[in-house]
């Protein structure tokens, strides 16, 4: 079965640029997270879905950040305008049923903002 | 104080050894514990869940202790591969239910 899937794996843009990264959770699951990753911080939830829902974004930073999730299959995060300090790995991962279960996660997104 | 603290490391240790990692928890409400492993540059992913009885899963063993807030992770005869970050994670008591993630603590095991 396959996994999590995340795109693209890297991303190098530059400063002021939008970026966009894209998701598809494992089917059937209930649950999508976005977390970003950095040395300093750790992994930070940023958002969550529940049945393609937002349920809780009190961690996204900004409003330059942005979530969708369209359909059960398919979320993105958008960063507009993108910054050096928004340089880290960005990961997408699911659940089945319940927020708190054990969630799978995707190979994540490195994004360097130059 | 933070929600969940580790120590960070790196523990060192050679193969063979036994190690154990605690972790600390703020939220007495807590009701799920787990311990995540990540290799470098990879994913998380799920190493085991922890349980009030504790549980063990081959060479892993975790206990939870609820009147102190800890959980723990002790790891049996380490083998090289076991070289990773491994992530203790507590969920939240808020209204909306998320988990907590540690900031992990490294592991190295030497030949």
């Known amino acids: 079965d396959a996994g999590v899937i995340q795109s693209p794996r890297h991303e190098v843009t530059e400063m002021g640029q939008e970026v966009t990264l894209r998701c598809k959770p494992i089917?059937?699951?209930?649950?999508l997270f976005w977390y970003r990753q950095t040395m300093m911080r750790g992994l930070e939830l940023l958002i969550y879905?529940?049945?393609?829902?937002?349920?809780?974004d009190s961690g996204m930073p900004e409003d330059r950040f942005s979530a969708k999730m369209p359909n059960a299959s398919f979320s993105t995060l958008k960063i507009q305008p993108s910054e050096p300090r928004d340089s880290a790995v960005y990961f997408c991962?699911?659940?089945?049923?319940?927020?708190?279960?054990?969630?799978?996660f995707g190979p994540g997104t490195r994004l360097t903002v130059l | 104080r933070k929600e969940v603290e580790q120590d960070p490391g790196p523990f060192n240790v050679p193969e063979g050894a036994t190690v154990a990692f605690n972790c600390t928890y703020s939220?007495?409400?807590?009701?799920?514990f787990f311990w995540y492993r990540q290799d470098c540059r990879k994913e998380p992913k799920l190493l085991m869940s922890?349980?009030?009885?504790?549980n063990e899963d081959g060479r892993f063993t975790a206990q939870l202790n609820r009147a102190s807030q800890y959980i723990s992770l002790l790891i049996r005869d380490s083998k090289l591969s076991d070289s990773a970050t491994y992530l203790c994670?507590?969920?939240?008591?808020?209204?909306?239910?998320?988990?907590?993630w540690g900031l992990g603590t490294s592991l190295a095991v030497n030949p």
């Open positions: 089917s059937g699951h209930d649950y």
């Open positions: 939220n007495s409400a807590s009701q799920s």
């Open positions: 922890v349980y009030s009885s504790g």
């Open positions: 994670v507590v969920n939240n008591a808020g209204n909306n239910r998320k988990l907590i």
């Open positions: 991962a699911s659940s089945l049923m319940v927020a708190t279960d054990t969630q799978y």
């Open positions: 879905f529940n049945n393609n829902v937002p349920i809780d």
